[in-house]
């Protein structure tokens, strides 16, 4: 059983950053790409960024390109995002997540099998 757990979130002001970090349990971890997922209030979960397997290779919603940066350490299982020059529109829960699928990467949720518990991100105007 894989469980995944965030810790980071909070309140800032809008510029501010904040940086989030997600705790893998398994022995697996270095063979799955990550993700990092937001919902807003009354909105669709969304697709923020994503990460291959080996840290290789990173990849962003247009909407935070630029802004947020995810990286991982394969030594610790964790995988973290740095999120800069935050808006008042980036509120939402965070959550990590683990591709269902060995060496394999996507944007789509529904292809992410283990989803952590979610952490608050709130930034004021």
């Known amino acids: 059983q894989v469980q995944l757990v965030e810790s980071g979130g909070g309140l800032v002001q809008a510029g501010g950053s904040l940086r989030l970090s997600c705790a893998a349990s398994?022995?697996?971890?270095?063979?799955?790409?990550m993700g990092w997922f937001r919902q807003a209030p009354g909105k669709e979960r969304e697709f923020v960024a994503g990460?291959?397997?080996?840290?290789?290779?990173?990849y962003y919603a247009d909407s935070v390109k630029g802004r947020f940066t995810i990286s991982r350490d394969n030594a610790k299982n964790t995988v973290a995002l740095q999120m800069n020059s935050l808006k008042p529109e980036d509120t939402a829960v965070y959550s990590c997540?683990?591709?269902?699928?060995?060496?394999?990467?996507?944007?789509?949720?529904?292809?992410?099998?283990?989803w952590g518990q979610g952490t608050q991100v709130t930034v004021s105007s």
């Open positions: 398994g022995r697996t971890f270095s063979s799955y790409g």
């Open positions: 990460i291959t397997w080996s840290g290789g290779t990173t």
């Open positions: 997540a683990r591709h269902r699928t060995t060496y394999s990467s996507s944007k789509s949720p529904a292809d992410y099998d283990y």
